[in-house]
């Protein structure tokens, strides 16, 4: 079956540590995005990219890193700069080149620092 | 600035009573306007892509319409299954960025 696959499901970390959140996708899409979610608050992203190689940042990247070495792979890096990252992680990918530019996301990742 | 509003916050419905879910937005150009379905703890779940104002799209009970100042998601005779968070996300500029509302907490009880 296509879809994104994120994991862990449920992450733990101590303060001070960099922590790397996997997703990976088999739907060949170009386009991959990481989004945060904290209650009460709508969904926000932190990085993009739209293709291999490549990608920019998002309204609140302060603290994280990611890389694009792979079409099907996009890592999120959450480093021991970012001074709030217990939240909800959520991955998605669109397929921008057939104009579908809707996003289908991963089933994320629970994030809590210890 | 683009600005996605949603009301309401929270919504608790009769199983059958049916209602609708608001989305307003401001944007200065608008490509698309998407609706998801979150259950709690997983990734949201796509249902609707709305382009232009005066489109509608339709899956089982549910109904999303896009004016050129807001969308709706009406739900008739909604069921207990149907409870969950509904997003609204517009989709604006050259990047294929979504922004999201804060979504609507709906509950149907029997």
């Known amino acids: 079956d296509g879809g994104i696959t994120q994991s862990p499901k449920y992450l733990f970390r101590k303060e001070g540590q960099n922590v790397t959140l996997s997703c990976e996708q088999n739907?060949?899409?170009?386009?991959m995005y990481w989004y945060r979610q904290d209650p009460g608050q709508g969904l926000r992203l932190i990085y993009y990219?739209?293709?291999?190689?490549?990608?920019q940042k998002g309204d609140i990247a302060e603290g994280y890193s990611v890389s694009r070495e792979k079409k099907e792979s996009f890592p999120l890096t959450v480093t021991s700069a970012q001074k709030n990252p217990t939240a909800f992680y959520l991955c998605?990918?669109?397929?921008?080149?057939?104009?579908?530019?809707?996003?289908?996301f991963g089933q994320g990742t629970r994030l809590t620092v210890v | 600035e683009d600005q996605v509003t949603q009301s309401p916050e929270a919504l608790r419905l009769q199983e059958g009573e049916s209602s609708s879910l608001n989305c307003s937005y401001t944007?200065?150009?608008?490509?698309?306007l998407f609706w998801y379905r979150q259950d709690p703890g997983k990734g949201p779940e796509f249902l609707f892509t709305?382009?232009?104002a005066g489109e509608e799209k339709e899956k089982e009970r549910l109904k999303a319409t896009l004016t050129k100042k807001e969308s709706f998601l009406h739900i008739t005779a909604p069921k207990p299954e149907d409870s969950a968070t509904y997003l609204c996300?517009?989709?604006?500029?050259?990047?294929?960025?979504?922004?999201f509302g804060t979504g609507t907490r709906l509950q149907v009880t029997l």
């Open positions: 996300a517009l989709l604006t500029g050259t990047a294929s960025k979504l922004t």
């Open positions: 944007v200065s150009g608008l490509r698309g």
């Open positions: 709305l382009y232009s």
């Open positions: 998605a990918s669109s397929d921008r080149g057939k104009g579908n530019t809707e996003a289908f």
């Open positions: 990219s739209q293709i291999v190689n490549d990608f």
């Open positions: 739907l060949n899409h170009d386009a």
